[in-house]
C-alpha cells in the first residue's frame, strides 16, 4: 500500500492553528483602567500615592482650591478636609491598609504637615522648636512613623524629620555644608529615609540610618545634581532621578552596586522616579519635558524603562482617548498604579489593576508580563529546530525545541507573571 509523505511544514501550520484555536480563550485578562473622578465633579484630580496593599489612593482634587482625598473602590472618592484657616490641602502618603494618610495644608506662605485617621480626623504634626512650617510626603507601613520635612532653628531652613505616633518629632540633620534637606519616603519599618539635601554643589539624594546618619548616593557621571523619590520596603533599593544637561536621567541604587543610570523614557529628555514596589524591582514615574506631554513610565530589569500607556495598549487595555501622564505609586506586590491621566482634556486620578508582577518567568518569551499567545507564537515559529535558546523557546534548555517545551508551556499558558 503506498504511503504518502507528510509534510512537516503543513503539520506543523496546521498543529499552531490547533492549538491558537484552542487556547483562544484561555489568555489572562488584561490590566483595567478606571478614572478615579473628582471632588467637586468636573474638576482636575491627582493620584499622589497608593496603599501597600493597592486598595486605597490618597491624593487631591479643585480648581481653584485643592482638598485632599481617600479613594477606595467601595466608598469612591471622599475629602479628609483641611485645618480652619487652610486654603488647600495634599495627600502626600498612606499607610499599607490605608486607614492612615499624611499631607500637608497650605496657609497664607507656610504650610502644616498632618496625620489623618478615619477615628481621629486630621491631626497636626508637631514642629521642631523655632519651627516656621511643614510638609509631609510617606508613611511607614504600620501609620506610626511620618516622613518629611520642618522649619527649624536657628535659621528656619527645612530639615529632613521623622515624626512618631507618640508626639515626638526628631529631626534628621542635612549633609555637610548643606542649607536644606527633605525627607520624601521611608522603608516599612520607618527605620530608613531617603530625600534631598542641599549643597553647595547642588542637590544631592541621601539615604539616612540612625546608625550611619545621612550618606549621599552621589552622583550619575555628567550629572550635576540627584533627588531621591523611592525606596523598597527593606531601604535596601533606592530610585530616583539625576540632572544632567538636557535633562534628567532615572538612577536606581543598592548598597552593593551603588548608583545604576537606567536611562529616560526613548523620545523625552527628562525621566524621573516617583515609587517602587516592595521588592524594589518595579519603579514608575514620569518623563517629560513636563507639562501636556509628559508620559507615565514603569520599569523592570528585563524591560527597562516603558511607556505605561503603550505597554496597556500592547496587551488589550482598552483607553480610549486616555493619555497617562504620570505614574506616582504602586503597591506593594507591584500589580497596581495610580497617578493622572488625560481625557477630554481633563486631567484626573487613575488606578490601573491587573499588572503582571514581572517576576523571572522563562515561558513569557516576549517579557510581555504574560504567558499568552504572543509567546507561543515563538516558540512555534522554531519548534523542532535544532540549537534553540531559551528566549526562543526551549524551556528545558536542551537544545531544542519540542514537545517537552511545548507541554511545559501549555501548562503555564494564561498566567501572568
Known sequence: MHMSRVNFADFRQAAILGVVGALAGATAAPPVFNNLGSIPSGSPSEGVAISGDGLTV????????????????????QSIGMFPGAIASYGGGVNDNGTAITGFCDFTGYARAFRWTSGGGMQPLALHPGGTGSEAFGFSADGQIVI?????????????????????????????????????????????VIGTSGVAAGARAFRWTAAGGMQDLGLLPGATQSFAGAISADGSVIAG????????????????????????????????????????????????????T??????????????????????????????????????????????????????????????????????????????????????LADFGAPDAEPEDGDLDDDGDIDLHDLTSFLARFGEAC
Open 148 to 192: 518629611g520635612s520642618c522649619g527649624s532653628e536657628p535659621n528656619g531652613l527645612f530639615r529632613a524629620t521623622r515624626w512618631f505616633a507618640n508626639g515626638t518629632i526628631e529631626n534628621l540633620g542635612a549633609l555637610p555644608g548643606a542649607v536644606y534637606s527633605e525627607g520624601r519616603a521611608t522603608s516599612d519599618d520607618g527605620s530608613v
Open 241 to 292: 532621578s539625576c540632572t544632567v544637561p538636557g535633562g534628567s536621567r532615572v538612577f536606581r541604587w543598592t548598597s552593593a552596586g551603588g548608583m545604576q543610570d537606567l536611562g529616560v523614557l526613548q523620545g523625552f529628555t527628562t525621566s524621573g522616579a516617583s515609587s517602587m514596589n516592595a521588592a524594589g524591582t518595579i519603579i514608575v514615574g514620569a518623563a517629560g519635558p513636563f507639562g501636556s
Open 294 to 379: 509628559q508620559r507615565a513610565f514603569f520599569w523592570t530589569e528585563s524591560l527597562g524603562i516603558v511607556d505605561l500607556q503603550e505597554y496597556l495598549v500592547s496587551v488589550g487595555t482598552f483607553l480610549g482617548d486616555v493619555s497617562i501622564n504620570s505614574a506616582r505609586g504602586i503597591s506593594d506586590d507591584g500589580t497596581r498604579i495610580t497617578g493622572s491621566a488625560t481625557q477630554g482634556g481633563l486631567r484626573q486620578a487613575y488606578i490601573v489593576t491587573g499588572m503582571p508582577r514581572f517576576l523571572p518567568c522563562p515561558h513569557d518569551l516576549n517579557r510581555s508580563g504574560f504567558i499568552d499567545l504572543g509567546d507561543l507564537a515563538i516558540l
Open 58 to 77: 490618597v491624593g487631591q482634587s479643585g480648581s481653584s482650591s485643592r482638598v485632599a482625598y481617600r479613594w477606595r473602590s467601595s466608598s469612591g472618592m
